[in-house]
């Protein structure tokens, strides 16, 4: 039997000295550019496999792109801008082949309240922002703190986004006049107040273009690239389905438009035309007649916007996570990875961006070999900044709604309520706590708040250990055996003295009660405290106290504290060998 | 072997139906007004020790009471009028004989800030509404909320406090013109700028008060109120050390005053006389020229000052445990008794109060029977407040602050650095983290750190449980295994699935990974939900896992988010017995 993991803590010495080799060496640098790993390896083979990729999650791109500016409430060319730059950074610094950066409708909705309260310069400034907390989390290393997300708190943060996301869409959906929203509240409260603005058209449009990604969707179920021709195409179509019905959209405003010179559907309208110039973020703006410098752009962003960079990361290594198949993901180069897209992309006009689950899903079935797919990706974006921006004029908004609101529905985890109704009502609790309130005060609050019942409930796990007393009968004496587990926090201690107390006031004069710290593992000061005051109390009350099993540095921590009870600890292979140990005394 | 506390939880119908049974019981109306359960076995003997240790309590109540009001920045006989309630009132409703409520040196460092900002009548709505909320956390139970503050933070806490206290009488020790100060910082800064204002006279007495004190204290050591004559009296003067050292510098004072008609000695001077009227805590009040209403005086106040009833809570329960000698306390009912003395006593002008650890000694020392000793304590202070207020006047201030530099040094606990030193540099460090924040933003935001430093210690602890792989020989095949341990939350869950991918790199293909969960207690969703991850992960690279050992509850929160795996929970009593119940198909 051998331990694998008994390694000895290195002192600080040691550490610094192997972080300085660690960071000179030539496997740390092919970690941070990966590329310089797999480049040797290309060859014609894996880049028309990468070509064919790109090209199929770029078409997907496109209406995505659109689709998630429209959520920010950017004009629809920031899509196309944001998805423009990843690709290319990711190229050099992605450790994860499949993950595609880009726009992700979580981002977009989050950034959502700076563009309609202030500008599109909010949305680039707070993807620069983001890119450098990302990149600096990197750096730190602090990917670890996306662990403390439990996942009823990511399940219900989503299904809060996706309801608020596609409520923002009724209004598009229906054609209506009127402001939308950004909490769900705000947007179904506007959409009731003005469903009579509802217009037939528009709505016919939407709900088609709902049914019609349901049915492609259906469609594709069950084929795979490698299948027979048929069911090849219908692969294929499914894959294309997002495009598919943005291109009927145009297609119907288009020929309405020639046929009626009138425009029945709410268009997309003017849309930027070509790349944008490469120009630093806006570090100050001009509002209405109003400059903000930027201060005062991070007073109107404020300390809760802290939550962008830190949803961008949660969503880009859960992607990596889900598609490494088991090899394990470096969080850390993710961060870099993610953090220098934000930064350079925010130079070009980007929104916020991170992995984006669904083009992650398409790129790896359309079987992408390298992080280069994205490249060929980037190219199909500017092919249609420079050629198509005439054609995005005739999107319907009907059909983007349609195609945002079905996206969102498949966002929603419903399995999961009845799981946790089932094994656990408190993280239940916890996950609808998080929907209410990123409902009612926004995403960043409920993340945070269920983030923080989690931590709540842990504490107060930590804080009430179970002890189960056990009474042992040894000739005439009653031994009273409180046993310790594991590692004891300060929060238990007063908890386990009363415990102590206790299993003395049920119990007569001569039995002795023993503390058992055969699997106790660690305690603090305070919790050592805590026994050596409850012993002291039972001395006085004329209680024999055995301290049973302590290994050798937990009790030094408690005769530091009262060096007169050295006497009381004794070890045994047995709790009930403690009165041959403990000699004649009792 | 019996187990005492393995009890089956009860249903919420079982619990209110017991909760309404335990509020109508004589049992609990004893438990919340104590006196019901004491008084009747009250008699002339107990009345006899009370009488004597309500006296020499007051004796040092006052002078102690004087010098709290002066920590306060308040007129000195706000020190009385705090000493004045609390007696009567826990008479009702204290559960713990020897415990003295009345001002504290903390709570009157933690209303300082708001006395001398604004006004007196801050401190009394201070202690009315620490009052309410003691009074409430006491009703809703929330005596446990204490258990989060371990012994380091309160170390460090109290430690800043007397730096902080003592600091600010530094002025008034050497006699100094200028300011003080509410920070340490800014009253350190002070004494340095103002040194040269230093008076010879107020010096000579202050030290001479600190090596008197220090010197009485020394007298009366070894000796107690059961010895013979001389050692009875040298412990009778040490015990009234604090009222002979303002006895001594009154007549200095006042003897110099007649010889010279001069006054060398900085004053204390007029006193308010008499007792003050009861009338309703200042739910408004006037400074300057400006009316604060409530509202105002709730802002000035801020969300920090929660703080205060908190401090309050946990000194008086610290007290309470220190001196009830094994019975355990009662934290509830403390809550409630210092809740509503704080609440009473701020009809009659009172700061905030709590349990006083030096009168607490005192009263025990002084062989205190019932909380009836109190009383005595408040009639002792009510004869200074109607007779000896003209006498007040010439207390120097440098006898106060020699008596408050020399208390404030034995608050100091030296040798809890050398135990973390050794023990724990973990908790050496939010020790001093805590003292830090307090001494330089204040005590409110210093043991909020502490906590809160506390907490995330924790917190990371929990989610890098340790996990010693073990790895065994069984026929040809390894058996790699990992064991889990007691509760696993989901802050550790990406951690044990990291540990699981990276046992099964180092290994050959066709050996046996197995997650042992014959120790494992409790799991939540996103643990499980990341097991079964690296489980289809694992198979996917065609590795053996086996989920061992799992209790029902455990693998049915598995198999909900898998069902698939069913086959790969097997139990039996060694781990290495799973082959044959795996069967052939390994």
């Known amino acids: 039997m ?17 972080s300085v080799k660690n960071v000179c060496s030539v496997k740390t640098v092919k970690k941070v550019v990966p590329i310089i790993g797999w480049l040797p390896q290309y060859n014609c083979t894996t880049l028309f496999q990468d070509i064919i990729a790109g090209i199929t999650v770029g078409l997907t791109a496109i209406p995505q792109g659109i689709a998630y500016a429209v959520i920010a409430g950017l004009s629809p ?42 500008s599109a310069d909010f949305a680039v400034l707070a993807c620069f922002l983001a890119g450098i907390v990302e990149l600096c989390m990197g750096i730190l290393n602090l990917g670890f703190l996306v662990d403390f997300i439990s996942i009823p708190v990511i399940s219900g943060f989503t299904t809060a986004a996706a ?38 058209w528009n709505t016919l449009l939407g709900f088609f273009t709902i049914f019609a990604l349901m049915a492609l969707k259906r469609l594709g179920e069950g084929c795979s690239r490698n299948d027979g021709k048929v ?53 100050s703006t001009v509002v209405g007649n109003e400059t903000y410098y930027f201060a005062d752009m991070m007073t109107v962003f404020g300390f809760r916007s802290i939550v962008i960079p830190f949803v961008a990361i949660l969503e880009s290594i859960a ?30 006009r980007s929104m916020p961006i991170t992995g984006s689950f669904t083009r992650t899903a398409l790129n790896h079935a359309s079987g992408v070999q390298t992080p280069a797919g994205g490249v060929f990706k980037g190219l199909v974006i500017i092919l249609a900044l420079s050629l198509l921006t005439s054609t995005f004029y ?16 498949s ?91 206790r299993a003395s006031q049920n119990t007569l004069i001569d039995s002795v009660i023993i503390i058992d710290a055969t699997n106790l593992m660690s305690m603090d000061s305070t919790v ?35 060096p007169k009870y050295a006497d009381k600890f004794v070890s045994a292979a047995h709790v009930t060998e403690v009165m041959d140990a403990y000699g004649t005394s009792v």
């Not at 402001?179 to 003005?194: D, K, M, Q, R, T």
């Open 2 to 18: 051998t331990a694998l993991s008994g390694h000895e803590e290195p002192t600080v010495r040691q550490r610094f000295q192997k």
């Open 77 to 118: 060319e920031y899509g196309l801008y944001s998805g423009l730059m990843g690709g290319f950074v990711y190229l050099f610094f992605g450790s994860c082949k499949t993950v595609t950066v880009g726009p992700t409708a979580i981002m977009a909705a989050m950034v959502a309240r700076y563009v309609s309260g202030y």
């Open 163 to 200: 309801l608020q996301i596609a409520s923002a869409q009724l209004k598009s959906l229906f054609g209506l006049e009127g402001p939308s929203g950004n909490l769900f509240a705000e947007s179904v409260y506007n959409f009731i107040i003005n469903i009579k603005t509802m217009t037939l």
């Open 231 to 283: 069911k090849k195409l219908r692969w294929f179509i499914s894959l294309g389905r997002n495009a598919i019905v943005v291109i009927i959209g145009i297609l119907i405003a288009y020929i309405t438009k020639m046929v009626t010179n009138e425009e029945p559907f709410k268009l997309i309208g003017d849309i930027g035309s070509g790349l944008p110039t490469p120009h630093w973020p806006p570090f």
């Open 319 to 348: 992607i990596a996570k889900a598609f490494s198949f088991g090899v394990p993901v470096d969080a850390t180069q993710e961060m870099i990875a993610v953090g220098l897209c934000n930064i350079i992309g925010s130079f070009m």
């Open 394 to 409: 005739f999107i319907p908004k009907a059909s983007l709604a349609g195609l945002i609101i079905t996206a969102m529905f």
């Open 411 to 501: 966002m929603i985890d419903f399995s999961i309520l009845g799981r946790l109704w089932i094994n656990s009502k408190k993280e239940l609790l916890i996950l609808l706590s998080t929907i209410i309130v990123c409902l009612t005060m926004g995403l960043e609050y409920g993340i945070v708040t269920g983030i923080l019942l989690d931590a709540l409930v842990l504490l107060f796990n930590t804080a009430r250990p179970s002890i189960n007393v056990n009474i042992l009968k040894v000739g005439k004496l009653d031994l009273i055996v409180l046993p310790l587990h594991h590692h004891v926090s300060y929060c238990a201690s007063e908890h386990i003295r009363k415990a102590v107390l």
């Open 528 to 562: 050592a405290s805590n026994l050596m005051s409850a012993v002291s109390d039972l001395e006085k009350k004329s209680f024999q106290v055995l301290m049973f099993n302590f290994n050798a540095s937990l009790k030094k921590i408690c005769l530091d504290i009262n």
